[in-house]
């Protein structure tokens, strides 16, 4: 599939349809079952797209650039409905709340350091919590309400969150250089983090879902929150 004219440097699911953000500053969208390499060109950012993310009704698809905007678009729109100018650096952190429709939280880089959540079906601006460093991956608990943030500069720490309150139920380190990827397990209990150590490192951090209703399990879990395995 081409279209892009530079590199490629985001892509996220949408059932058969596939999302691509580029150096180019374009969004294209990729139905795989269609002949034609795009179905359409989302343009708006005047730099790098680098954070694509489809909301979990796949009704949304929220997209961060190195133009320190987060932008909200629908399924047919080709100009963002929402705009978000608040992040002063790339926002390159974006995920969808599994628990409250239209709850959105991203991360600004070096130079903001924030995660911000929003409100897209009222378009509202909720909180700013200041995190001390490089905002590089977001990705929310399915089975309670908390979530994990991976980070860069100065750090390279990665941190549990409870919400709404944002307090830190973990700091997990280890990684030396910035941990640029992040993925959750199926059963949405560990995570797998990368980084440019070279190392991929799987944490125990979210407790299983049959859990989430036992304080005596919760407590246990975090007590082994910063475990590595």
Not at 78 to 98: G, N
Not at 150 to 161: F, K, P, R
Not at 193 to 210: C, H, I, M, Q, Y
């Amino acid at each position: 599939m081409e279209g892009h004219r530079l590199r490629v440097g985001a892509l996220a699911w949408s059932s058969s349809l596939l999302s691509s953000g580029s150096r180019d500053k374009t969004i294209l969208q990729r139905d795989i079952r269609a002949q034609e390499d795009f179905v359409s060109k989302l343009t708006g950012h005047k730099s790098e797209v680098c954070g694509l993310k489809w909301s979990y009704d796949n009704r949304q698809l929220a997209s961060g650039g190195n133009d320190n905007r987060l932008f909200v678009w629908n399924q047919h729109s080709v100009q963002p409905v929402l705009k978000y100018c608040e992040h002063t650096a790339a926002v390159k952190a974006i995920a969808w709340s599994p628990h409250l429709h239209g709850l959105l939280a991203s991360g600004g880089g070096t130079a903001d350091r924030c995660i911000r959540f929003w409100n897209t079906s009222t378009n509202s601006h909720l909180s700013c919590m200041d995190t001390g460093s490089q905002v590089c991956n977001l990705v929310w608990s399915k089975n309670v309400n908390e979530l994990v943030s991976t980070h860069g500069y100065s750090q390279n720490q990665i941190i549990v969150w409870r919400y709404p309150t944002m307090s830190k139920l973990a700091t997990l380190t280890g990684h030396t250089y910035r941990v640029l990827y992040l993925a959750i397990s199926p059963d949405g209990q560990t995570i797998v983090t990368g980084a440019g150590d070279e190392t991929l490192r799987f944490w125990n951090v979210f407790p299983s879902p049959k859990s989430q209703n036992s304080d005596t399990d919760i407590g246990a879990s975090s007590l082994g929150r910063t475990q590595i395995r």
